[in-house]
């Protein structure tokens, strides 16, 4: 799903949709649609789109990684389909770099894109940036299609379960860190999934518990001890 807010700054217009939508900052994108500043005789506002069906409908982690299953047509079915490969090809190919579209897995309200390119490391950016960037691209223009309840997501070179792997052991790792030191961690900047992959992925441990800091997109995980009460 999808929302629209309107407020003077940013961080107000995000505090009112977590507020009205009643959901915690983790649990939503944002997309910033516009941006006015102030002037001597109009006042400035800041219009963000909220998406939230990337987290809402996430499950709860049970210490196994999700597979994506692979569909044996990767072969676009539909004009919708169809038009969402042309698009990202085109803005890839727009960037200078070639690539070939198909389509990975389809699942209910989610479509999977594979990214085959000589320039995937490219495609992918570090931690993950640029394959975000074009992956918020997709969903955008799935949301002018008329499938706003679709959620696309982009990978190359299965960097997705890649990444989701290395975050568990991370946060593992980490929790050991914290409870033989008790002092708290403070993690890289992450999206709002992999912060919510860290926040269930130690949810269960007792002693251990986890917040979030910071503004915008990318926020930081905090692993702190809390001891066995």
Known sequence: ??????????????????????????QFD??????????????????????????EHAPEFDGKIPSKKTVADPVPQGEFEQKL????????????????????????????????????SI???????????LQLLANVYAGRLGHEEVRVILD?????????????????VTADKVRSSHNSILLEPMNPFERRLIHTTLNDIPDIE????GD??????RVLYKGIR
């Open 123 to 133: 495609l992918i950016g570090r931690k993950g940036k640029n394959l975000d960037a």
């Open 85 to 120: 490969l042309e698009f990202i090809q085109t803005v890839i190919e727009k960037m200078g770099y070639s690539v070939k579209v198909s389509v990975m897995f389809r699942e209910e309200r989610k479509v999977g894109i594979r990214l085959d390119s000589e320039n995937s």
């Open 210 to 213: 986890t917040k979030s800091e």
């Open 216 to 221: 915008g997109l990318y926020k930081q995980v």
């Open 156 to 172: 190359t070179e299965n960097y997705r379960i890649r990444r989701e792997e290395m975050l568990v052991r991370m946060a593992y």
């Open 1 to 26: 799903m999808t929302y629209e807010y309107e407020a003077k700054t940013e961080k107000e217009a995000i505090e009112m949709a977590a507020n009205e939508l009643g959901l915690e900052r983790d």
């Open 30 to 55: 944002v997309e910033i649609l516009e941006t006015q500043k102030s002037t001597l005789f109009k006042k400035g506002f800041v219009k963000i789109r909220v998406h939230t069906d990337s987290l």
